[in-house]
Structures are given as structure tokens and as C-alpha cells.
T-cell receptor, first 116, second 112 residues
Framework: AQSVTQLDSQVPVFEEAPVELRCNYS??????LFWYVQYPNQGLQLLLK??????LVESINGFEAEFNKSQTSFHLRKPSVHISDTAEYFC??????????????FGTGTLLAVQP | NAGVTQTPKFRILKIGQSMTLQCTQD?????MYWYRQDPGMGLKLIYY???????DKGEVPNGYNVSRSTTEDFPLRLELAAPSQTSVYFC???????????FGEGSRLTVL
């Protein structure tokens, strides 16, 4: 079975500073990895995803994540955050094949709090 | 383009009551999911469906039931509501293959 660990429940950071949100996963098979973002009182939206190929994936709003198979990690980074990036970020994993490929398993989330 | 629509957005139930959370999607997605979100716990998968007539349990199915009679609709039924079912419920859908999940706006349920 797959699982996801987000060790940081909250990450405070000042505006224009860099940030890294950590995500580690566990799986016995190849995986697809995702980062979703949730703004207050809204549903989740896909931020970026790793399916195969290049291990560095980017979003349209400056976030990037790198798939590291040896460390089973998929950390999310942004070199300079804005107040509008304040939200909760969820890492998620889905098996690349087999019955479990139908299930997307989420981590517990990290609240990114950007301060002026 | 409506996407995934959930109703109701808010509901208060008394212990022992039953209710159905409605979810419909207009994207012709085969895969549909119900999650619950609790503070500090992330999202937990309750039930999912890979197509009309096919459903399966997720991580936390106890106390819930689902049905999938059409591609569009995936209602979640709570029988004998308990305070432990106080949560925010999200419905989601995706196309096959590597398609991303599209979420509804959530239904906030309180059981008193």
C-alpha cells in the first residue's frame, strides 16, 4: 500500500523568501506523485504532478517539485513566495499500476503562511 | 462548465439521523471519489467508483454507503449519523489513465 508523510504541519515564511514543503512517500511499486493546493473554504486544485520522464516538474505560478526515487521524496519549492501563496498544500501518491492505481492517497497537509 | 457539484454545502444533523450527500459531474469521468477532511488529518478516502455500477471501499468506509447508477452521479449516504462523522466531505472525479482529480467545493457536516 502507498502512504504519504508531510512532516511539517505549518510553515511560516516572509514574503519574497524561498520555501520548501517536504513530502516523503512509501510504495512497493512505481508511483505517480501530485501536489494539490487548497485555498480557504475551497476544494483542492492540482498544482503539479510527476508521472514519468523529467524528475523536475513545474507549475505555472513558480512552484517546482523534484522526484527523488532514492530518497522517496517529492519536495515542493518556490524561490520567492507571495502573500497570495498562503494556502494548505497536500502531497498525494497513486500507484502506477495494479488495483491501487485507482486510489489517490493524501498526506496530512502543510499550511504555508506567508507574512508581509 | 460546472465540473463537480456537491449539495448541500452545509448541514447539521442530530445523532442517529440519516442523510445523503449528492455529487454530480458533467465531465463524463469514469472515476469518482468521496473523501473526508479533518483538521490535521488530511484527506481520507471513504469510497470510490471506477464506473457506473462499480464501487469499492477506501480507507475509512465504516458508517457510509455509496451507489453509482449513472456516470454522472455518486451519492454518499450516512446511516445513523454519529459525532465522529462531523467533517468536511469532498467529492472528486477524474478521467482514466493519468488524469488529475477535480474536486467539488465540499460539504460541511456537523453531527450534534
Amino acid at each position: 500500500a502507498q502512504s504519504v508523510t508531510q512532516l511539517d504541519s505549518q510553515v511560516p515564511v516572509f514574503e519574497e523568501a524561498p520555501v520548501e514543503l517536504r513530502c516523503n512517500y512509501s510504495s512497493s511499486v512505481s508511483v505517480y506523485l501530485f501536489w494539490y493546493v487548497q485555498y480557504p473554504n475551497q476544494g483542492l486544485q492540482l498544482l503539479l504532478k510527476y508521472l514519468s520522464g523529467s524528475t523536475l516538474v513545474e507549475s505555472i505560478n513558480g512552484f517546482e517539485a523534484e522526484f527523488n526515487k532514492s530518497q522517496t521524496s517529492f519536495h515542493l519549492r518556490k524561490p520567492s513566495v507571495h502573500i497570495s501563496d498562503t494556502a494548505e498544500y497536500f502531497c498525494a501518491v497513486r500507484a502506477g499500476y495494479g488495483g491501487a492505481t485507482n486510489k489517490l492517497i493524501f498526506g496530512t497537509g502543510t499550511l504555508l503562511a506567508v507574512q508581509p | 462548465n460546472a465540473g463537480v457539484t456537491q449539495t448541500p454545502k452545509f448541514r447539521i444533523l442530530k445523532i442517529g439521523q440519516s442523510m445523503t450527500l449528492q455529487c454530480t459531474q458533467d465531465m463524463n469521468h469514469n472515476y469518482m471519489y468521496w473523501y473526508r477532511q479533518d483538521p490535521g488529518m488530511g484527506l481520507k478516502l471513504i469510497y470510490y467508483s471506477v464506473g457506473a455500477g462499480i464501487t469499492d471501499k477506501g480507507e475509512v468506509p465504516n458508517g457510509y454507503n455509496v451507489s453509482r447508477s449513472t456516470t454522472e452521479d455518486f451519492p454518499l449516504r450516512l446511516e445513523l449519523a454519529a459525532p465522529s462523522q462531523t467533517s468536511v466531505y469532498f467529492c472528486a472525479s477524474r478521467a482514466g489513465g493519468t488524469g488529475e482529480l477535480f474536486f467539488g467545493e465540499g460539504s460541511r457536516l456537523t453531527v450534534l
